[in-house]
């Protein structure tokens, strides 16, 4: 759907109050259109002109004419002025989509080796493998829990 936003209100230099748009899709090689309101002079009625324009506001290459969507009347409407131009739809741009961070979970910390849970074998496999304050951990839950002589020796 064509579309047109406001990039600027109240530029200067035209027979009215002029109001600068982006528009999309492009028209005539520009992506900009300049759309004022002449007011009624020496009893003629006023115009809505569309004007191709540079991002800057002012005329597009040396073309002054007014483009498709000018229209005579006393009540300017810049919505159907950019309607007739090219089916323009005044919206507010779209907002740039704004970055996702996705978090992953923290890792589960896994709960501590419980010895009441395994076997004598399976105690005395883990207890190889860890540090000394890990080991002294273990074999005080046994002490604490089912005290097998399998895992605290002679204790």
């Known amino acids: 759907m064509p579309t ?5 209100e109240n530029v200067s230099g035209f027979a ?7 528009i999309d899709p492009p ?3 520009t992506d900009h259109l300049i759309v004022y309101f002449q007011p009624p002079m020496f009893g003629q009625l006023g115009k809505v002109c569309v004007i191709l324009g540079t991002e800057h506001g002012s005329v597009f290459g040396d073309d002054v004419r007014p483009q498709q969507g ?7 409407n810049h919505h159907l002025a950019l309607m007739i131009a090219g089916g323009y739809l005044i919206g507010d741009p779209e907002p740039e989509p704004e970055e ?6 923290p890792a589960a910390i896994p709960d501590p080796f419980d010895p009441s849970r395994h076997t004598i074998e399976q105690v005395n496999a883990y207890l190889e493998g860890v540090d000394d304050t890990e080991r002294a951990r273990v074999l005080e839950a046994e002490r604490n829990g089912r ?3 399998g895992i605290l020796g002679g204790e």
């Open 4 to 8: 047109a936003s406001v990039v600027a």
């Open 16 to 22: 009215g109050p002029a109001t600068l748009y982006k």
């Open 27 to 29: 028209m005539k090689g």
């Open 70 to 76: 000018t229209y005579v009347t006393n009540e300017p």
């Open 100 to 105: 996702i961070i996705v978090q992953e979970p």
């Open 147 to 149: 005290a097998r002589k």
